[in-house]
DNA sequence: ACATTTGCTTAACAGTGTTAGATTATTTAA
DNA sequence: TTAAATAATCTAACACTGTTAAGCAAATGT
């Protein structure tokens, strides 16, 4: 008998359904306004039943945390293989990185930590690993002295991620910025960074 | 009689009572740990009282980052009144705003939205303002092509408020970083984007 | 047909911010 | 000094939160 099947398919529909919900839930009202209770009402169960599919609250948030970054990294990549000159891939990955950060915004301030209690257990994470390696890989193509030193590729990628990552928390706690001036500020930087991987 | 004045002193002294309760409960325990309950504790009252010096929460967090604003201010200056040139000057101001965002993390934290949900109406604080008029200023004394364009420095304030800000917040919502890049990071990015005030 | 397992719900606990009402203490007025 | 008025404080409650235990009902296995 193959009810044994159709019911796994109905569980994993179910999990995927409060994934779901939990994000329809956060982007119309945000994070602080989402609960065990809310879930259970968009998906037409009681609360309790959640607890089935995942541990508590945070597992959930851990889900939805490896999602994001697998979107991210999808996209990162989708704009380095737009591009053929290295410079430009590198470019065009930060760029996307940012945009990921405003249309998808429920998802960054989940992984990123921006005013949301994300658990601090993320450590490790092999999808948030992906999105890593492709910059980091797209930074060392364009070092020109060789050997590569794993600390000149590691100063270079944390100085890009603060600078971005920090503009875009800017821009989502005190929100209210010029754009114009952000995309100045993004281009002009992510060109001046560039600049110095070979100094 | 002039028991109403002691009465006044008392008042105000309750009062203070209450925010150095919450500052020290946060310290100890964290920011998702503070409850009205555990500051009427601290202070010897029951919850109710506390309101009756603030209209609710979300105003004990905004006296709290008013507070947090002025320290931030006086560290700064401090940091200016030290140095005699102005590029070292503005160096020093960033490297104190940096050690004040891990010396006093919960203040950092609160006024800049990490991984604590702020009220969002923290705009036009007066008590903020001072701290960038400062920044503001000493890039200002940098640029030497006049008339200075509100745009150029308003530029510049951004991408050095990006970087060390954004470093700040990976260091703490996933700390663990290196303290040693970091500083590297710090020092040379501060150095780059002042070489290109006058670009 | 009976027993067992599964799916799901209700009820509860301990905690949160916040408010209304009752109670106690202090001050004022007679 | 005593009575009335005011101020200070607390208890209890409401509507939430995450989470767990107990119970009911329907589907399944024997």
Redesign the pocket.
């Known amino acids: ?1 193959g ?2 099947e159709r ?1 796994q398919r ?2 994993e529909d ?1 999990r995927k359904s409060i994934l779901d919900a939990a994000l329809q839930i956060v982007k119309q009202e945000g994070w602080a ?8 009402d968009v998906i ?9 599919y ?7 948030l851990f889900e939805l945390t490896k999602q994001g970054y697998v979107h991210l990294g999808i996209k990162v990549k989708a704009a380095r293989d737009s591009k053929e000159n290295a410079e430009e891939q590198l470019e065009a990955m930060w760029l996307a990185y940012w945009d990921f950060a405003f249309e998808e915004k429920e998802y960054y301030q989940l992984m990123y930590g921006v005013q949301v209690n994300c658990c601090e257990l993320y450590t490790k994470m092999p999808e948030a690993e992906y999105t890593t390696d492709l910059f980091y890989d797209a930074i060392e193509k364009l070092i020109t002295k060789l050997p590569i030193s794993e600390d000149i590729s590691c100063l270079k990628y944390y100085t890009f991620w603060s600078l971005i990552h920090g503009l875009i928390s800017i821009n989502l706690v005190q929100k209210g910025a010029n754009d114009e001036i952000n995309q100045q500020i993004l281009r002009s930087a992510i060109k001046a960074i560039i600049k110095t991987i070979n100094d």
């Not at 306004?33 to 259970?40: G, P």
């Not at 995942?54 to 959930?60: A, P």
């Open positions: 008998m009810s044994k019911i109905q569980k179910t306004a989402l609960s065990m209770r809310k879930i259970a037409e169960y009681t609360a309790p039943i959640i607890y089935e995942f541990s508590n609250k945070e597992g959930i």
